[in-house]
């Protein structure tokens, strides 16, 4: 947590000395409070002057009003630095999530990430806030409280110096004793976020296998997990006001007992005893409110504690200087003796992986389940880092360019297709943002998707739902494949997203594909049909190229690809064609 202290001091600073300065000032006039109704008490109603108690009432409103507007400056600074924090907090987070590799999202994991973003955020905003206007405050009530009735009698006053040390052990020992278990709280709330994402994502499989009542029991047994942690910071949290209230009420006891003995012998006078009663019940309040601000400190410590985790995970993705190829070099993309192993993986995904791509040309990339297609494709736009060996682009080691340089060559449709809330026109502009309408169109006509378009009363104004959940699955596939050749990418990525087309479509799609002239195509596909006329098909078996070549060529010499080819396509009498 003091590690994000940096965002509020840096851009924050008078902000955040202002606020509980002005709370220290509201504070001094409440301090003053019970001198005051002392003196109505011995000077004003002890003597029968009324005159002195409308005046003193008259100071006692003046003390209060310019407690309030010194209070009302003070919650404006300390709300003003608490959302710049947890803007500037939260800006700092979305950006570093930006830049954290594939690896890094997948150890995360989604749900952990919405958590920090939302709830974790927002309790340590609260935090923030109240630390700067009572965190300060709360003490110097108790302290000042203190000292001023050691002004008032000093006898009487150690009372308040025994109370007000056992008090402060409670207080912290709670606090301590709290901040552990709230830290274990926001980890199973993030199991339980992670589990209802899960369900709701999947929500039509666990329907299609009538396995909801399983999966409820999941839930509730994680939910009674997260309940019982609950409970348990929530009993101990319990503990501060009772036992506060008990460790107050007992020094009052104690104070008016010794008041009144004092008052018996003349030392002390009715007024006094109650301004000594008033600046114990404002330990008491400022106590009670310091044992719900520590509490409130706690949450937001350990969900600040967890936002810095994220911000210091993962070393992201760091580009080099590079932000072009070389001119006319011969080949777009080159593979040399590339390998790749997942995170905690047990073997590589991808083993001594060696080819090259010339510009221009139609890459087709086969294999069973499993067999590394996705990883290898992944690797030219740099989602993953090879563990060994390099991948070359236009001539240009890709870890050498930048970023955005080597993104911005390469249009990628991943196998899940996802649309954006907005318009097919907003979607269709995320590789150029000002690309035309007659831009967008032709890259429409390529994949296929007129029909889309002109089915649709707004056209390319039409509204895209959430996830692009008011389109079809085929519907889908083809304006993200539209979307990734927006632009003109130098390279383009097709991985397995023509699935959900049927054949005519399909093949339309790879007829069209070609007339990208300066465009490199791979098409990563489970059907022979789609890569047989590519000019070059990578067979990927367990992680390893069993075979590379044109389609007769592998007939010929790869027995994977055959295998594959032959369970498709097969005539009568036993011969393949």
Not at 487 to 505: N, Q, R, V
Request: net charge neutral; hydrophobic share 45%.
């Amino acid at each position: 947590m003091r590690k994000l202290l940096k965002y509020l001091t840096k851009n924050y600073m008078k902000e955040t000395v202002l606020a509980p300065l002005f709370k220290c000032i509201e504070a001094v006039f409440e301090l003053f409070v019970p001198l005051v109704v002392a003196g109505i008490i011995d000077g004003g109603i002890g003597s029968g002057d009324k005159g002195y108690v409308i005046k003193m009432c008259i100071v006692l409103v003046g003390l209060g009003l310019a407690g309030l507007a010194f209070s009302i400056t003070a919650q404006f600074f300390a709300a003003k630095a608490a959302t710049g924090f947890a803007k500037t907090v939260g800006n700092a987070l979305f950006r570093h999530i930006q830049t954290l590799s594939h690896t890094d999202l997948d150890t995360l994991g989604t749900s952990t990430l919405i958590t920090r973003m939302t709830s974790d955020l927002n309790q340590t905003q609260t935090g923030v806030n109240m630390t700067l206007r009572l965190l300060l405050r709360s003490p110097f009530i108790v302290f000042g409280a203190m000292i001023m009735a050691f002004t008032i009698d000093v006898d009487s006053a150690l009372i308040f110096a025994a109370a007000i040390p056992v008090l402060s052990v409670v207080v912290f020992g709670i606090m301590l004793a709290g901040m552990p278990l709230y830290g274990k709280v926001r980890t199973g709330l993030d199991r339980l976020l992670s589990r209802t994402r899960e369900n709701l994502n999947g929500s039509r499989v666990v329907r299609a296998f009538c396995i909801e009542d399983k999966e409820t029991s999941a839930f509730r047994a994680e939910n009674d997990v997260l309940t019982a942690d609950q409970l348990t910071a929530g009993r101990i949290s319990a503990l501060m006001n009772p036992l506060t209230f008990a460790l107050i009420n007992l020094a009052i006891i104690v104070l008016i007992w010794v008041g009144a003995l004092r008052v018996d012998s003349g030392i002390l006078t009715q007024g006094q005893v109650v301004a000594l009663y008033n600046y114990m019940s404002q330990i008491l309040v400022e106590l009670i409110k310091l044992a719900s601000l520590i509490i409130t400190i706690t949450k937001a410590a350990a969900c600040g504690k967890r936002i810095q985790s994220v911000l210091e995970s993962g070393e992201g993705m760091t580009g080099g200087t590079e932000t072009d190829g070389f001119t006319g070099y011969k080949y777009a993309v080159e593979f040399r003796n590339v390998s790749l192993k997942y995170s905690n993986a047990g073997d590589e995904s991808l083993s001594g992986i060696s080819f090259t791509a010339e510009k221009g040309s139609v890459i087709g990339i086969i294999g069973g389940t499993g067999s590394g297609k996705s990883s290898l494709v992944n690797l030219i736009p740099r989602f993953y880092d090879p563990t060994s060996g390099d991948i070359y682009i236009n001539g240009i080691n890709a870890k050498d360019y930048t970023l955005d340089a080597l993104r911005s060559k390469i249009g990628v449709v991943p196998q899940k297709a996802v649309l954006f809330k907005g318009t097919i026109r907003e979607n269709m502009q995320w590789r150029d943002g000002n690309a035309s309408d007659e831009e967008i169109m032709h890259a429409i006509e390529i994949a296929q998707a007129k029909d889309i378009i002109d089915k649709k009363k707004h056209g390319l104004d039409c509204e895209v739902a959430q996830g692009g959940s008011n389109f079809s699955g085929g519907q889908r596939q083809r304006l993200t494949i539209a979307r990734a050749i927006v632009g003109s990418p130098e390279i383009l990525i097709l991985d397995d997203s023509a699935s959900a087309l049927d054949f005519a479509t399909d093949a339309a799609l790879r007829k069209a594909l070609r007339s990208l002239e300066n465009t490199t195509v791979f098409i990563v596909s489970q059907r022979t049909g789609s890569i047989m006329h590519a000019d070059k098909i990578i067979v990927l078996d367990d992680g390893q190229a069993a075979g590379i070549g044109t389609h007769s060529e592998l007939l010929e010499s790869c027995p994977v690809y055959r295998e594959i080819y032959e369970s498709q396509f097969r005539r009568e009498g036993g011969e393949t064609a």
